[in-house]
């Protein structure tokens, strides 16, 4: 599967859409997609994360909410697998970037909106080492 040129997304990109998507899908994507979701979310808020790194992430959430994707969400199981596929690839380009508060943001989000056997998943995700993360 090649991905698609998703800065084609950026202009897709707002906080209230984000929210909004997000709290839609959070069940049906699982942990670990909406994790990667929130994680690239709070990396904006960083001063330290240079601009073009801030483009390919808006560029990525963009994608996510955007009603038009490679793969249609509606798709069972295969529908978010493109969307994970770009918040993974984007993530693991600006792994260097993503700062603790960050993680734990997201974690919080996180505990709020999955019950507590489901968040363990993110582990196999996110390693402390950037190549350890997959993509």
């Not at 707002?14 to 690239?40: D, N, P």
């Not at 483009?55 to 955007?66: E, Q």
């Not at 969400?73 to 690839?89: E, H, M, N, S, T």
């Not at 974690?107 to 709020?112: A, F, H, I, V, W």
């Amino acid at each position: 599967m090649t991905l698609p040129d998703f800065m084609d997304y950026k202009d897709k990109f707002t906080q209230s859409a984000f929210v909004e998507k997000i709290s839609h899908i959070a069940k049906r994507a699982g942990a670990k997609m909406v994790y990667a979701a929130l994680i690239l979310y709070y990396t904006l808020e960083s001063d330290k994360v240079a601009f073009k790194d801030k483009a390919i992430i808006i560029a990525a959430l963009g994608y996510l909410i955007s009603p038009l994707d490679v793969i249609p969400d509606a798709i069972p199981i295969a529908g978010l697998g493109d969307d994970l596929a770009v918040l993974l690839y984007v993530l693991h380009k600006v792994w260097g970037d993503v700062s603790e508060d960050a993680k734990k943001k997201a974690q919080e989000k996180l505990s709020r909106w999955f019950d507590e056997d489901e968040i363990p998943t993110i582990d196999e995700l996110f390693k402390d080492n950037p190549e350890d993360t997959p993509v």
